[in-house]
């Protein structure tokens, strides 16, 4: 797998909390890996599981083992800074902050 860059990893994210959010997928509802990747540009869709792997360490997301592959999800618990990731905007952000916890 590919070295995913701070900012690259800071857009992917976002994009990813955000369609988790959209979705409300909140444990019970959950999303395939391959729908997470559909509308991410070519360039970053390899990145993506990584992204979400770090993602489930920090407990941002979770995830669980289905049928026909995983299937990812926000946890709810930490809704204080998933709130805080959909809002930002430009270049200050705080998902470098959480990766350092």
Avoid at 11 to 37: A, H, M, P, W
Avoid at 46 to 66: P, S, Y
Wanted: glycine share 6%; net charge positive; proline share 2%.
């Amino acid at each position: 797998m590919s070295k995913v860059k701070k900012s690259e990893y800071i857009q992917i994210t976002r994009t990813l909390v955000r369609k988790l959010y959209d979705e409300t997928c909140f444990g019970k509802g959950s999303l395939y890996l391959d729908n997470l990747k559909k509308g991410i540009p070519n360039e970053y869709v390899d990145k993506v599981e990584i992204v979400l792997n770090a993602l489930v360490k920090q407990e941002i997301c979770g995830r669980k083992k289905k049928e026909h592959g995983w299937k990812y999800y926000l946890n709810i618990k930490r809704m204080d800074k998933i709130k805080e990731i959909i809002k930002e905007k430009g270049q200050n952000s705080i998902i470098p902050i959480l990766l350092i916890l």
